[in-house]
């Protein structure tokens, strides 16, 4: 499975920007899909993820502003970030992998990882 995300850019404070992730190969549909992120200096941290069947989880700071959503059939996975501000930016990553017998989380192992979009807010 390769992952290609798009959709990055530069943005003001209260902008809004649509991340894609466009997998091939097999096994889309039944995957795990969330998206990372990572700034210069700090670790990588969960931001969204979503199960095959639709069950979303966000992590506190993006909830309310950041929407993660699926299109099986087009093999895309979206974040649509609303609200941004500066200290969303960060290269932003999306991943996908099996199914735990526990359900999708961000907290979960994933298999594979895009090379990731640049997100830049400025205020």
């Known amino acids: 499975v390769q992952l290609v995300e798009s959709g990055g850019g530069s943005v003001q404070s209260g902008g809004s920007l649509r991340l894609s992730c466009v997998a091939s190969g097999y096994g889309f549909r039944d995957f795990c899909m969330a998206w990372f992120r990572q700034s210069p200096g700090k670790q990588r941290e969960a931001v969204a993820a979503i199960g095959s069947g639709g069950t979303k989880s966000y992590t506190d700071y993006v909830k309310g502003r950041f929407t993660i959503s699926r299109d099986n059939d087009k093999k895309t996975l979206y974040l649509q970030m609303d609200n941004l501000k500066p200290e969303d930016t960060a290269m932003y990553y999306c991943?996908?992998?099996?199914?735990?017998?526990?359900?999708?989380?961000?907290?979960?192992?994933?298999?594979?990882w895009g090379q990731g979009t640049q997100v830049t807010v400025s205020s």
């Open positions: 991943a996908a992998g099996p199914r735990p017998y526990y359900g999708c989380s961000s907290s979960q192992p994933y298999r594979y």
